[in-house]
């Protein structure tokens, strides 16, 4: 099992793209992903996008994790 974070993009360069979460910023790889777009959302694990996912799925996601990482003493 792996967990993947939504994040939204930013910039596309190539194969690569400036993504975001939460003000934090990181360079991944759209090698899966050909076809995205700035603003999209997409699922980041070990640094590739993996899928795509509308801002409303992310938007959970996130407030899943948050819960789950308030949780952990």
Excluded: F, N
């Excluded at 190539?14 to 979460?21: I, S």
């Excluded at 996912?53 to 996601?61: I, L, N, Q, S």
């Amino acid at each position: 099992m792996c967990l993947a974070i939504p994040m939204k993009i930013l910039e596309i360069d190539g194969v690569t793209a400036v993504t975001a979460v939460e003000g934090v910023t990181r360079r991944i790889r759209l090698d899966l992903l050909p076809d995205v777009s700035v603003g999209d959302y997409v699922l980041v694990h070990a640094g590739l996008a993996i899928a795509t996912v509308d801002a409303a799925a992310a938007r959970e996601t996130l407030e899943i994790l948050q819960r789950l990482a308030d949780e952990v003493p």
